[in-house]
């Protein structure tokens, strides 16, 4: 069984098992936490589309580390204005274990 979940402004694709990067997360490392928004559950031969979520669906997965990205440097110019601006961004991210699927 797969589920297509919302969070963070993005689609995962998850099973039972699964480790997914998200953005970062109120939960701490180790505390439980539940995506409520599932948008479809997949089976063998069955598929359940929401409208726009599944009811009662939910996926429940396990916070195992939250840090930080490698940094991204962005550099921007501006020809013949002597305009440069340098900086960087590390981006704030949750790993999360699935443990469950559960259906409504």
């Known amino acids: 069984m797969y589920a ?9 694709r998850v099973a039972e098992g699964d480790t997914i990067e998200v953005e ?4 701490t490392v180790g505390q439980e936490v539940r995506f409520e928004e599932v ?6 031969d069955d598929t359940i589309v929401g409208k726009p979520t599944v009811p009662g ?8 580390f939250a840090g930080r990205a490698p940094k991204i440097i962005v550099y921007k110019i501006k020809r013949r204005k002597n ?3 340098k900086s960087g961004h590390r981006q704030q991210f949750s790993r ?9």
């Open 4 to 12: 297509v979940i919302q969070t963070g402004g993005k689609q995962y």
């Open 24 to 27: 970062r997360l109120p939960e």
């Open 39 to 44: 948008l479809l559950l997949g089976k063998d």
């Open 57 to 64: 669906a939910s996926v429940v997965g396990k916070v195992v």
């Open 83 to 85: 305009v440069r601006k």
């Open 96 to 104: 999360v274990q699935v443990q469950s699927i559960t259906v409504g």
